[in-house]
C-alpha cells in the first residue's frame, strides 16, 4: 500500500518481511494446539479464510536441573507448564516454487520461534486460524 506522496506504508511493508520470531497472541494457542494434537493421530487442519495449515506435533523440552530433556510424547497440562518450549511443524505458512515448504515453529515463554523465518503477517494468520478452530471434541 501507498500513501498520497507514494511511500509504502510501514506497518504493511514489516509484516511482509520475514521474522525469526514473534510474541504469541494468546497462551492459548499453544493449549489448542497441545490439545488438538493429543486428539488425533493425524496432522490437524486449521482454516482462516483461504488459508489451510496442516500441523504435526514433534516435541518438548523440559529442564532438570542443569538438563533438558525432550520429548515426543504429546504433554500432558502438568508437562505443558513444565515444557521450556514445544515444537510442531505446519504446512501452509509458505509455497515455494514447485511445492509447499514445511515451517517448523517453537513456542517458547510467550514467543513463537520460526525456522526458517516466516512473515509476521503469515504467523499472526496462523494464530488466528487456530484460536478460531479451538479445541477439538
Same mark, same amino acid.
Do not use: C, W
Given at each position: 500500500?501507498?500513501?498520497?506522496?507514494?511511500?509504502? +506504508?510501514? =506497518?504493511? $511493508?514489516? !509484516?511482509? /518481511? #520475514?521474522?525469526?520470531?514473534?510474541?504469541?497472541?494468546?497462551?492459548? *494457542?499453544?493449549?489448542?494446539?497441545?490439545?488438538?494434537?493429543?486428539?488425533?493421530?493425524?496432522?490437524?487442519?486449521?482454516?482462516?479464510?483461504?488459508?489451510?495449515?496442516?500441523?504435526?506435533?514433534?516435541?518438548?523440552?523440559?529442564?532438570?536441573? +542443569?538438563? =533438558?530433556? $525432550?520429548? !515426543?510424547? /504429546? #504433554?500432558?497440562?502438568?508437562?505443558?507448564?513444565?515444557?521450556?518450549? *514445544?515444537?510442531?511443524?505446519?504446512?501452509?505458512?509458505?509455497?515455494?516454487?514447485?511445492?509447499?515448504?514445511?515451517?517448523?515453529?517453537?513456542?517458547?515463554?510467550?514467543?513463537?520461534?520460526?525456522?526458517?523465518?516466516?512473515?509476521?503477517?503469515?504467523?499472526? =494468520?496462523?494464530?488466528?486460524?487456530?484460536?478460531?478452530?479451538?479445541?477439538?471434541?
Amino acid at each position: 500500500m501507498t500513501d498520497k506522496g507514494g511511500k509504502a +506504508d510501514k =506497518e504493511t $511493508i514489516r !509484516d511482509k /518481511i #520475514p521474522v525469526p520470531e514473534m510474541r504469541m497472541l494468546s497462551g492459548e *494457542v499453544l493449549g489448542i494446539l497441545v490439545h488438538n494434537a493429543s486428539k488425533s493421530s493425524n496432522p490437524v487442519e486449521y482454516k482462516l479464510d483461504d488459508k489451510k495449515y496442516s500441523v504435526t506435533y514433534e516435541y518438548y523440552a523440559r529442564k532438570m536441573g +542443569d538438563e =533438558e530433556g $525432550i520429548y !515426543d510424547s /504429546i #504433554p500432558s497440562e502438568s508437562d505443558l507448564k513444565e515444557a521450556s518450549s *514445544v515444537v510442531f511443524s505446519v504446512m501452509g505458512l509458505h509455497k515455494g516454487i514447485t511445492e509447499e515448504k514445511k515451517t517448523q515453529l517453537e513456542f517458547t515463554e510467550g514467543r513463537i520461534i520460526s525456522t526458517p523465518d516466516r512473515e509476521e503477517e503469515k504467523l499472526l =494468520e496462523f494464530q488466528q486460524a487456530v484460536l478460531k478452530l479451538g479445541r477439538l471434541n
